[in-house]
């Protein structure tokens, strides 16, 4: 065996080429993903720079897959064009050639499927023109590798970019367009200007534990009536603490509620209406992580939600300390970590949507779930906030948000079949219950009364996790001199005909969340009905830390109700908005506000018109209308929507 002096230059045009077809595919397939409305989406909650740069970064992001591909492809051939020297011309052109089929092939594939998806937008038809498509497409394939010429034809069909100058051109510009991308979202980061809340010398005594749940509904915990006991630990605490029955979420899903938590104002002032939605920086500077930083408190967080975490990430001149969770421990997390310089985080573009685009990604080749970053469990969750505590002085503010109990319900072993056998219901892969949205059928009720089951027992876990935290926490002594608040961003539905949350129905179980305030040395324990929303409770941590509230805060405090003067008939009001259809560039024009009072609720939609009053017993069910039966009651709760948020009054139809 010998080497012959060709072989470095022959591995070195089959690497180009190779190289080249794999920029052309994946370049080509991303720019199919991007077509169909991906980068219209994101015109809904970017301004059009951020746009073309998401765009740029996908774009640079699919070419170095491409060269990665082909390298890994060109090393698979290397040691036959070794081993075989007389053999290595026509193996290099039987690769390309191959390689060209399989382009045309995949790529094609792809195609006819994001076209056969947008044809359903133009006309509702049969599936069986998708069945006939898609073989006449397999019968034109196998015609064209049948016949000669139509061969020809295919594997001659990417010459024009396989030329020596061609491919090397491709490779200076993919390796150039990524070194642009990483030189700019560097300056970005470095010219972002980061307003740090200033740090005043002298420390408060007293502290402030935040605790939240995703999407716990309050009517699923056994401290606000649910005759299981899912939240045995959480009562016990409640038992010296001040219980608010009648609290509800600012939205239906988890970004624009955090950011009513943060901030003290509706969606609607915030314009948070996506899930990839950010609070602006005149938000920022009035929230309430930023104003007691300023205070002298120290403030932290552990979000374990990815996308409360990116929006609290808009929040950082805020907080003193923010740690990165692994939302998905392994490759995924290892990868990520290793592109990072193509992601930075540099305050321009949408970082939460590379995540979730190399996740699903990642998952999609790797044969798992696509919502594994939505899985971190509660104890971990918990940990970690340890963790953190225990480096945090005297004088600080700490919210814990956990993703627990959020879709999909995987109870730890020590609750999975307390309420349900497992025998009864197959795992979250196997039925998501996707085919319940937006709202299922009465005769899927037994199904989904399983499903809440479930999640009745991923409470359970979360609160035993719960359990276990706070007794270390007391047993550290910690809460003598800490303000605790136990909340949830918002809830979870199972009934009414509406599944889980985010949507614009705004039904009552999908925004009746927990608040439990418990003060240090707190014995007793009292039940507080005045109706409040979230827009209440950062001006309540404001008022308790001695702190003015800002003008932009839309709600009142509820401290008045924490020392037991404050009269029990004056009931409140609540108010809730859906925008998530959009834009937070232009005016209001889509989506749905409510009010709660007590005994109704009255829910008003943009595009109709209309509004439809509910009792509040009857408030969970989605199409529920009492209008004709109250029309007073319906037409004040409407003037009460429209004197809060006098804009909708203009709103176009």
């Not at 989406?41 to 992001?61: C, D, H, I, K, Q």
């Not at 809460?479 to 009552?508: C, K, M, W």
Request: charged residues 20%.
């Amino acid at each position: 065996m010998f080497r012959v002096p060709e072989f470095p230059s022959k591995i070195v045009s089959l690497w180009f080429r190779l190289i080249t077809l794999g920029v052309v595919a994946l370049v080509f397939t991303e720019a199919l993903i991007l077509a169909p409305g991906k980068a219209q989406g994101w015109t809904f909650y970017l301004s059009p720079p951020e746009v073309a740069f998401e765009v740029v970064v996908r774009l640079v992001a699919a070419a170095l897959a491409g060269v990665a591909l082909g390298s890994v492809c060109t090393a698979a051939v290397a040691p036959f064009l070794w081993v075989f020297p007389f053999w290595r011309e026509r193996v290099a052109d039987w690769t390309v050639r191959v390689g060209v089929v399989a382009v045309v092939f995949f790529v094609s594939q792809f195609a006819l499927q994001v076209l056969i998806r947008w044809s359903y937008t133009w006309w509702d038809h049969k599936k069986i023109f998708d069945i006939l498509l898609w073989a006449a497409f397999y019968v034109a394939v196998a015609l064209a590798l049948c016949f000669p010429s139509g061969r020809k034809q295919l594997v001659t069909s990417l010459d024009g970019f396989l030329g020596n100058k061609v491919t090397r051109r491709t490779a200076l510009a993919t390796v150039g367009g990524a070194a642009a991308l990483i030189a700019t979202e560097f300056v970005l980061g470095k010219a972002a200007p980061v307003v740090r809340a200033a740090a005043p010398s002298r420390r408060p005594k007293n502290n402030f534990l935040l605790i939240t749940f995703d999407a716990l509904n309050a009517e699923d915990m056994s401290l606000y009536g649910r005759s299981l006991p899912t939240t045995p630990n959480i009562d016990a605490f409640a038992r010296k603490g001040t219980v608010f029955t009648g609290f509800y979420s600012a939205s239906t899903f988890t970004t624009p509620s955090v950011a009513t938590m943060m901030t003290g104002i509706y969606p609607s002032q915030s314009r948070v209406y996506q899930l990839q939605g950010q609070v602006r920086a005149v938000d920022a500077r009035n929230s309430l992580p930023y104003l007691l930083r300023s205070a002298g408190y120290v403030t932290g967080a552990v979000i374990t939600n990815p996308w409360a975490y990116y929006l609290g990430k808009t929040l950082q001149s805020g907080f003193d300390v923010l740690p990165d969770p692994v939302f998905q421990p392994g490759g995924l997390q290892l990868l990520w970590e290793a592109t990072n310089p193509l992601h930075q985080d540099s305050g321009f573009g949408c970082r939460i949507d590379e995540y979730f685009d190399l996740e699903n990604l990642w998952n999609s080749f790797a044969g798992l779930p696509s919502n594994l970053s939505m899985r971190m469990r509660p104890h971990v969750s918990f940990e970690r906030a340890q963790q953190v505590l225990a480096n945090l002085p005297e004088g600080f503010f700490f919210w814990i948000h956990l993703v627990t109990p959020h879709n999909p319900y995987l109870p730890d072993s020590a609750e999975r079949g307390r309420f349900l056998p497992d025998a009864n219901l197959r795992t979250y892969e196997e039925q998501t219950g996707e085919r319940w949205k937006p709202h299922y059928l009465p005769n899927q009720q037994e199904f989904v009364d399983q499903r809440r089951l479930r999640y009745d027992e991923f409470i359970a876990t979360a609160d035993r996790a719960f359990g276990t935290f706070i007794a270390n926490v007391e047993n550290r002594g910690i809460l003598r001199n800490t303000t605790v608040i136990i909340s949830a961003d918002h809830g979870e539905s199972f009934e009414g005909g509406v599944y889980q949350h985010s949507s614009p129905y705004l039904t009552r179980p999908v925004i009746h969340i927990p608040l439990v305030i418990r003060m240090p040395g707190q014995q007793e324990g009292h039940t507080v009905a005045f109706i409040a929303d979230q827009t209440a409770l950062a001006p309540t941590v404001l008022e308790l830390a001695g702190q003015p509230k800002p003008a932009s805060m839309r709600g009142a405090s509820l401290v008045e109700w924490l020392n037991r003067t404050a009269k029990d008939d004056h009931r409140g009001l609540a108010f809730t908005q859906y925008f998530e259809k959009n834009s937070e560039f232009g005016p209001l024009r889509h989506g749905t506000v409510g009010v709660i009072d007590g005994q109704y609720q009255y829910v008003y939609d943009l595009d109709a018109r209309k509004g439809a009053l509910r009792p509040l017993s009857e408030a969970q069910i989605w199409n529920l209308d009492r209008t004709e039966e109250n029309p007073s009651r319906a037409e004040a709760l409407r003037k009460a929507i429209l004197a809060q948020f006098p804009g909708l009054q203009q709103t176009p139809a």
